[in-house]
């Protein structure tokens, strides 16, 4: 997997002289689209995260109102059986591993390295892999529209449905390869940020003085790191049934299908959590702000994310409650799961508990992470019906798990991902967003949301089967998911006011002959506010020193002899003036979108003909070694030392 | 801790994880390949005594974590790096994810023995 | 993932407005990151042969208790002499070669020690025995493939397919995939010695060595939990 960078620990200042080890040049002022192209830059590539995210976050949400099309009244035909198993199939797919982990990781990716001070993060180059075989990785699966239709045993394509015999088309191949390449920049991610986290950190951002922010994706990257290669295996097994005629999942020699749901779920359930925490990462830093408190409880925050991150590994088979797992593995399950619910429920109570009694400023990131606390706080209450093992053999595949996932998921991830967006795009943009058309959005979302995701609750009681092409009139389903489809229109409507404000705050921004926004425009508490916004390309002019948690706004404000909390300066006056003049940053490269693009060469290769894989498998280890031997940054002006710094892993 | 690395820019290159003084001898090695070779060999002779359920299985699993410990402590210097400041790090990061990785998927051998 | 002693950060004077924020002085824990980024990656190694063990585990199982019970299915993917062996023995046993598995275990061992001895000898800026070395683990590693090539070979002769039946399938997966593993690091040992020869793999580049060396005992350590758990017990 990992293509890591080794830097040569020599002191700067020494010289040495050095040969470079390769006739690779390295791209420089590079411009326009081979920038974007070839940058290392964490803050580009945290952009083209959360672009790349948007473009598939289209894709998923149309996938989205054809569903809801087809089942807004009985007997409908406008998909077929077959194509709305794929569209649905797709659709969870999207959204869970094309569109909320890469949003999370956009944010990760902008904002780590602020937030911790730091110029960029461990291995830049790595970083810049992993965004572009995600990308390739999801081209890749969603190229399979156009080559026979999409996967369509659902997201989690449970064994032995997903075996050839059941499933003879390739779209569960596309499925597979495709999160399987995505999972490689995953995992690569996870290496660079916990690395980045653990060890680029400012002089004096203790751990315990990092963001919460900082905190919650440091965890998110725990989990992926350990979750990933599990998934990993189990689609290796498939891969190796489907592709060459293995028996993991072949029930006539002896095999037992549930192996599949077990790996899956415990990458599955992990996975839920690393979809969630960052936002709430978001929201305990864009509460606070808005409050104008400091975090309640902050070590609580983080030890309940902590706790999140482990007892996520111990609850994976409450999705198999119905499986056939034994009474012993369902009361095991089922109190683990039940334990689960009191450091979330820790989180909830502190946010709430910041607001209480701030001076709240109820602008459109307030309001989504307002949003977040109170949707968030419905969908963990289903939730916990589903602990209870009984009631969820009621519950289980019914649209009542659909609408609990939908309240996880939407109402918690993406509505603290728009808060997130809505606070930091002055800091990314340079230029706030409009709050009328923001308060429009935030409001026609959750009226959109409710109004589709409510409703799901009744009907999955009622004993609406998810995943169901159609329903009978006789079957009494039709008013709710009438009401649901009209909803989810609404919703549909609302979420592109996001694009239009963008759009529009835009335009009137350069009308206006683009208005310096401040480096400071929230009053906010964090260090990322203390530099220029956007921000410039080589972060920080001089390394911060912090000596408190919030320490950005410890130096804002103090304490006067009264005791009473005084503004001694504005986040203008202490910003850093963006002089980006003796930074020396990381040259850009060709290798690592070469990689990335050459692995679904060979994923193509494995589905359609191995011959394939030999072009694919060459260029890959011509990017490795391109990569391995590429020359230092900046060989005229060698003033560090660096040589030739490259040593390449091996590419799993 | 802070103090133990006062971190000097001029200072030649690589003194936080190159202290190799502080890693074994070529000698102290060749006396931890000879036990592991020692191990593997009562291994294999145990599994040759003809004993059955546990009295087999038993010693063999912890011969084998001795020889785990005895390669990633010494050969991959985790007990040697351990003892450089923040050097916990490491065996921390890797034996979180050995720690859970031996839970994990004996709980899921485990749900196999109790399924119906 | 409290795996993070909660320290202070180094204080470092790093203000010189470079990039060097990966020299292993410049960082908070003052470890390399790239050694850390390693232990990491070797970490979520774990996960990946967790679950591939467990498969096999699982898989064996299964398949011993249809054989046992005279599943016409699997019984027809083997030949007779080796379906009776299984009947009789209880188990997979039969089908492994103890001694000749012993022997390319005690070599991969092996390996693991000259692998140290590169790092030893580069650290002392010796390029003659790094050289040599380092084509040791090499070619022990390459000695552990052939006789892996060799041992494949003997099962296939033996009737054991890869599509056949889930033995098959899981033991094949298991050692081969730990197999890709050892041949990535023999190529990663020669890519060094090609560095080595042309004088470019220097004291300052111990560190690359060392992490090379650390994928390799960690590939020697995973087979030391395969050649029990898969060879020995039953």
Redesign the interface.
């Known amino acids: 997997m990992a293509v890591i960078e080794e830097p040569l620990a020599l002191p700067s200042g020494t010289t040495k002289a050095r040969r470079p080890l390769g006739a690779f040049s390295r791209p420089r002022n590079a411009t326009g689209l081979v920038d974007w192209l070839t940058t290392v830059d964490h803050k580009k590539i945290g952009i083209m995260y959360g672009m790349a995210a948007m473009f598939f976050f289209i894709i998923g949400g149309v996938a989205a109102l054809l569903i809801r099309l087809q089942l807004a009244a009985p007997n409908s035909t406008i998909l077929s059986a077959d194509t709305y198993n794929r569209v649905f199939t797709m659709h969870g797919t999207i959204m869970v591993f094309l569109v909320v982990m890469p949003i999370g990781a956009a944010f990760a990716n902008y904002l780590l390295p602020l937030q911790i001070g730091a110029r960029d993060v461990a291995f830049p180059r790595i970083n810049a892999f992993s965004f572009w075989v995600f990308l390739a990785g999801g081209l890749m699966l969603n190229s399979s529209w156009f080559l026979g239709g999409g996967a369509n045993g659902g997201w989690f394509n449970y064994a032995p449905n997903n075996g050839a015999a059941f499933s003879p088309s390739t779209g569960i191949d596309f499925w597979n390869l495709g999160l399987f390449i995505a999972g490689i920049g995953s995992l690569s991610g996870a290496v660079n940020l916990i690395t980045t986290v653990l060890n680029m950190r400012a002089p004096g951002m203790t751990l315990m003085r990092m963001p919460v922010f900082v905190w919650m994706t440091l965890v998110t990257q725990f989990l992926l790191l350990f979750a990933i290669p599990v998934l990993t295996a189990a689609q290796l097994l498939l891969l190796l049934d489907r592709q060459f005629g293995a028996n993991f999942f072949n029930v006539t020699q002896g095999a037992d299908p549930l192996l599949w749901q077990h790996l899956f779920w415990i990458f599955g359930h992990p996975e839920v959590y690393l979809m969630i925490l960052p936002a709430f990462g978001i929201v305990s830093e864009v509460i606070p702000t808005f409050s104008r408190k400091p975090i309640f409880g902050y070590p609580f925050m983080v030890f309940s994310g902590i706790a999140i991150g482990f007892m996520g590994w111990g609850v994976w088979a409450h999705h198999m409650f119905v499986s056939g797992i034994g009474p012993l593995s369902v009361t095991a399950f089922s109190v683990a799961t039940m334990f689960i619910a009191v450091p979330t429920g820790v989180k909830i109570l502190n946010w709430l508990a910041t607001m209480w009694g701030g001076k709240l400023i109820l602008n459109t990131a307030m309001l989504f992470s307002i949003g977040l606390v109170t949707q968030f706080t419905i969908g963990g209450l289903s939730g916990v019906t589903h602990a209870v093992a009984p009631s969820d053999t009621q519950q289980t595949d019914t649209y009542y798990i659909v609408a609990h996932f939908h309240y996880v998921l939407f109402g918690g991830a993406l509505f603290g991902f728009f808060a997130g967006l809505y606070f930091w795009w002055p800091k990314i943009f340079g230029y706030k967003l409009n709050e009328k058309i923001g308060k429009w959005n935030f409001w026609g979302m959750v009226l959109g949301f409710n109004l589709t995701f409510g409703p799901m609750h009744i009907l999955g009681l009622q004993g609406m089967a998810r995943r169901m092409q159609t329903y009978d009139v006789s079957m009494g389903f039709n008013l709710w998911n009438l009401v649901s489809t009209i909803g989810s229109f609404i919703l549909g409507v609302t979420t592109l006011l996001l694009f239009v404000n963008a759009w529009k705050s835009y335009s009137e921004w350069k009308a206006a002959g683009r208005p310096n926004v401040g480096a400071d425009p929230w009053d906010a508490r964090t260090i990322e506010w203390s530099i220029q916004s956007p921000a410039p390309e080589h972060n920080f002019d001089v390394t911060p020193t912090v000596s408190d948690l919030d320490d950005f706004w410890h130096q804002k404000y103090a304490e006067d002899d009264e005791g009473k909390l005084r503004q001694v300066a504005t986040g203008d006056e202490l910003a850093q003036p963006g002089n980006g003049e003796g930074v020396h940053l990381p040259a850009p490269s060709y290798w690592p979108i070469v990689l990335a693009f050459s692995l679904p060469i060979v994923g193509y290769g494995l589905i359609y003909s191995l011959w394939f894989c030999i072009p694919g498998t060459l260029l890959t280890i011509i990017s490795i070694y391109g990569w391995a031997l590429e020359p230092a940054d900046d060989l005229d002006i060698d003033d560090h030392g660096h040589g030739p710094d490259q040593e390449m892993e091996p590419a799993v | 801790?802070?103090d133990s690395?006062t971190?000097?820019?001029?200072?030649?290159?690589?003194?936080?994880?190159?202290d190799?003084h502080a890693?074994p001898t070529?000698k102290q090695?060749?006396i931890?390949?000879v036990i592991?070779?020692v191990i593997?060999a009562v291994?294999?002779a145990?599994?040759?005594m003809g004993l059955e359920g546990p009295a087999?299985?038993v010693p063999?699993?912890i011969?084998?974590v001795v020889?785990?410990l005895m390669?990633?402590g010494v050969?991959?210097h985790l007990s040697f790096d351990s003892k450089?400041?923040?050097?916990?790090?490491?065996?921390?990061?890797?034996?979180?994810?050995?720690v859970?990785?031996?839970?994990?998927?004996l709980?899921?051998?485990a749900?196999?023995e109790?399924?119906? | 993932m409290t795996a993070i002693p909660v320290e202070d950060a180094v204080e470092v004077a790093d203000d010189h407005g470079s990039d060097h924020h990966d020299d292993g002085h410049h960082t908070s824990l003052g470890l390399s990151n790239m050694k850390l980024a390693m232990w990491l990656f070797l970490g979520s190694e774990c996960l990946l042969f967790g679950a591939l063990i467990s498969t096999y585990l699982l898989s064996k199982a299964r398949f011993l208790t249809e054989v046992l019970a005279g599943n016409p299915e699997v019984l027809g993917t083997l030949p007779a002499n080796l379906i009776e062996e299984f009947q009789a023995e209880g188990s997979v046993e039969p089908l492994f070669d103890i001694p000749f598995t012993s022997a390319s275990s005690f070599i991969l061992l092996m390996s693991s020690v000259t692998m140290v001895f590169a790092h030893q000898a580069i650290s002392k800026n010796d390029q003659r025995n790094t050289r040599l070395w380092l084509a040791t683990t090499a070619a022990l590693g390459s000695v552990f493939i052939a006789g892996q090539v060799y041992e494949f070979t003997t099962f296939y002769n033996e009737g054991l397919r890869f599509d056949g039946n889930l033995l098959g399938s899981a033991l094949y997966t298991l050692t081969g995939f730990h197999g890709v593993h050892v041949t990535v690091g023999i190529i990663m040992l020669l890519s060094l010695l090609v560095l080595a020869f042309r004088g470019k793999l220097n004291q300052d580049r111990a560190e690359t060595l060392e992490l090379v060396g650390l994928y390799w005992h960690f590939v020697d350590v995973v087979w030391v939990l395969i050649f029990t758990i898969v060879y020995l017990i039953p």
């Not at chain 2, 790090?89 to 979180?96: E, K, N, W």
């Not at chain 2, 859970?100 to 998927?105: D, G, P």
């Open positions: 801790m802070t690395i971190l000097d820019s001029t200072d030649t290159h690589g003194h936080s994880d190159h190799d890693h070529e090695y060749w931890v390949f592991l070779a593997t291994e294999i145990w599994s040759y087999l299985v063999l699993i011969m084998m020889k785990f390669i990633a050969f991959m450089m400041p923040n050097g916990r790090t490491f065996y921390l990061c890797f034996g979180a994810a050995m859970l990785a031996i839970l994990v998927f709980v899921v051998l749900a196999f109790f399924q119906i």
